[in-house]
């Protein structure tokens, strides 16, 4: 009996997951915005972990570099877009982000 393969003639199915894969890494490279425009709507970014985004920055800066050091367009993109998601996050928290007053850091 013949095995039938559920991913287009011709196509391998490592290519169907690189392609899943890149698509879930820019989806994932982008959300950092979401976390933008809730500061930027709220007008607050008390609650934001800048260290959280600032670690994911480098983490995309360290994949990016991997990425153009193998020549892997995937990872290329990706994090190039996971670089402007977490910047453009670490720019809005920081631009809405209030001075700790000193009752606040009393308690």
């Known amino acids: 009996m ?4 559920c991913t287009m003639p011709g196509m391998d199915p490592t ?4 392609v899943l894969a890149a698509a879930f890494g820019v989806g994932m490279g982008a959300s950092p915005l979401l976390q933008a425009r809730r500061v930027h709507e ?10 959280f985004l600032a670690v994911l920055f480098c983490g995309g800066i360290a994949w990016l570099s991997y990425g153009v050091a193998l020549g892997n367009a995937a990872l290329i993109v990706a994090n190039a877009v996971g670089l402007c998601g977490s ?3 670490i720019l809005v928290a920081l ?6 007053t000193a009752a606040q ?3």
Not at 2 to 5: D, N, Q, V
Not at 44 to 51: E, H
């Open 42 to 51: 709220r007008r607050s970014a008390q609650d934001v972990s800048l260290g």
């Open 95 to 100: 631009r809405y982000r209030r001075p700790v």
């Open 105 to 107: 850091a009393r308690g």
């Open 15 to 18: 290519d169907v997951l690189a």
């Open 2 to 5: 013949e095995r039938r393969s």
């Open 87 to 89: 910047g453009t996050a």
